[in-house]
């Protein structure tokens, strides 16, 4: 449970925390959108203040029937935000959100230690030939179709059953190209109704078959707000809530907006397992 960044093993085996960094207009919880330099520097200090071990940088909202950007607008907004972070906090750790071979490639030179693909290949052939030639830890990612269509494409015969079969081909794929360091997200809230994330969550002990670290993005999603009637902004509680299960269950990463109960979570499901 060890991945290679830049040099530095770090060991998954205790939880990190992954904090959100969206550079974006329309991401889905306002209050993660960062959109001049000075935003960024904030909101970047912060979480690494309050311990996130990682920083995962998004120039292309993922949200259910989020509109397109290109390739060029997708890179103006996410190189210089890297440049940016690590001249000012050159001991951080960059994941980048993309799925996008070149802005998964242009990220890398620029010093991007991670590349966190939210289609796992599906959408840029060229991604994990990338991936393999700057061998850079590779977060894969459950979903179907593309942002745009993907609410419409939540039908499965057996949703766990897929999802694992999945990763099998994904895992299969990935290590042929001679990519060293995976993480798998099964993907929650892409191509996947409120029941259907309540059984994911449910079963997330599952994926543990596939003996590689697990991420778990469920922060301020529709699965919280949407069973209290509410909104993302009004979502921090569920979301500490069902981080808590995801690490209980076997989460190696959490995703999260709010870096510092997401620690908080980490440091006392250890004491329970103690």
Do not use: W
């Given at each position: 449970m060890t991945i290679n960044c830049a040099g530095n093993l770090i060991d998954l085996s205790k939880p990190k925390i992954m904090g959100i960094l969206n550079i974006t207009p329309d991401s889905f919880f306002s209050g993660s959108r960062t959109e001049n330099k000075d935003?960024?520097?904030?909101?970047?200090?912060?979480?690494?203040?309050?311990?996130?071990?990682?920083?995962?940088?998004?120039?292309?909202?993922?949200?259910?029937?989020a509109g397109d950007i290109s390739v060029e607008a997708e890179i103006k907004r996410v190189i210089p935000v890297v440049e940016l972070l690590l001249k000012n906090f050159p001991e951080a750790l960059l994941s980048i959100d993309t799925f996008r071979s070149k802005v998964a490639e242009g990220s890398i030179a620029a010093g991007?230690?991670?590349?966190?693909?939210?289609?796992?290949?599906?959408?840029?052939?060229?991604m994990m030939p990338v991936i393999a030639k700057y061998q850079v830890p590779y977060i894969?990612?459950?979903?179907?179709?593309?942002?745009?269509?993907?609410?419409?494409?939540?039908?499965y015969q057996n949703m766990l059953q897929e999802i694992i079969y999945y990763f099998s081909e994904k895992i299969k794929q990935a290590r042929l190209a001679?990519?060293?360091?995976?993480?798998?997200?099964?993907?929650?809230?892409?191509?996947?109704?409120?029941?259907?994330?309540?059984?994911?969550?449910?079963?997330?002990?599952?994926f543990q078959m596939l003996e590689l670290p697990i991420?778990?993005?469920?922060?301020?999603?529709s699965i919280i707000y949407k069973t209290f009637k509410t909104s993302a902004e009004n979502a921090l509680n569920g979301t500490t809530v069902l981080n808590t299960?995801?690490?209980?269950?076997?989460?190696?990463?959490?995703?999260?907006?709010?870096?510092?109960?997401?620690?908080?979570c980490v440091k006392l499901v250890a004491q329970i397992k103690k």
């Open positions: 935003a960024v520097l904030r909101k970047a200090e912060k979480m690494l203040k309050e311990e996130a071990d990682f920083l995962d940088i998004g120039g292309y909202s993922s949200r259910p029937g991007a230690h991670i590349i966190n693909d939210i289609s796992g290949g599906n959408l840029d052939k060229n894969m990612m459950h979903m179907k179709g593309t942002p745009k269509t993907m609410k419409e494409l939540n039908q001679g990519i060293n360091d995976l993480i798998i997200d099964p993907g929650f809230g892409f191509a996947k109704n409120i029941a259907q994330n309540f059984e994911l969550l449910s079963q997330l002990e599952l991420l778990a993005g469920i922060s301020r999603k299960l995801c690490l209980q269950k076997g989460a190696n990463i959490l995703r999260v907006h709010d870096v510092k109960e997401a620690v908080e």
